[in-house]
């Protein structure tokens, strides 16, 4: 069975500083892989997605994920935090690009002035 | 495209009572799916359909749930006998073929 652990449930950085948002995977075979950005009272955003190829790969809002088979993880960053990033963060995998998705239980992000 | 559309946004209701929920994909999607969220925690799938036939279904997913999508459009999740434990925000996602999934903001649900 498929399942994503998000170690960290809540992280405060200083707006400008670096983010990073960890998230682990168990998957049998190849993994879809996304990060989705949820707003209070809000659906979920697709930031961006792995299946293949290079993996480092580039979402929208300046994010970035690097896929990494032998750790099973696949974590979330920017090089710099702005206010309106302040949100809850989920990562999910899935055994198809649609297919249904299993998330991690999230983590929030509170951005300090 | 004017993104999946949910309805009621919050809906109130006392225990024991039944609940329907209505979702409208973005047209010309043909996979529907449906979430539960509960506060703190990330969603879980609970079914989905491929135009009108409803290909897969969670556990999670009790007999007092039903879900249909009739003409592979709109879909409805309705609840019978609602319970304590049914409180949850219930997301719909569609998408075309096999694009990522658009979710809708969610309906609400509040049990008395």
Not at chain 2, 45 to 60: P, V, W
Not at chain 2, 85 to 111: E, N, V, W
């Amino acid at each position: 069975a498929q399942s994503v652990t998000q170690p960290d449930i809540h992280i405060t950085v200083s707006e400008g500083a670096s983010l990073e948002l960890r998230c682990n995977y168990s998957y049998g075979a190849t993994p879809y892989l996304f990060w989705y950005v949820q707003s209070p009272g809000q659906g979920l955003q697709l930031l961006l997605k792995y299946f293949s190829g290079d993996t480092l790969v580039q979402g929208i809002k300046g994010f970035e994920a690097e896929f990494k088979r032998s750790q099973s993880s696949f974590n979330l960053r920017k090089p710099s935090v702005h206010w309106s990033d302040a949100a809850e963060y989920f990562c999910a995998v899935a055994n198809t690009n649609a297919g249904k998705s299993t998330f991690g239980d999230g983590t929030t992000l509170t951005v300090k002035p | 495209d004017t993104g999946v559309s949910q309805d009621p946004r919050h809906k109130i209701t006392k225990r024991g009572q039944n609940v329907t929920f209505r979702c409208d994909p973005i047209s010309e999607h043909n996979r529907l799916y449906w979430y539960r969220q509960t506060l703190g925690q990330g969603p879980e799938f609970l079914t989905y359909f491929q135009n009108e036939a409803q290909l897969e279904k969670s556990r999670l997913l009790s007999d007092r749930f039903s879900a249909e999508r009739p003409k592979g459009s709109f879909s409805t999740l309705e609840i019978q006998r609602t319970e304590q434990g049914d409180s949850a925000m219930y997301l719909c996602a569609s998408s075309l073929g096999d694009k990522p999934q658009h979710f809708g903001d969610g309906t609400r649900l509040s049990i008395l």
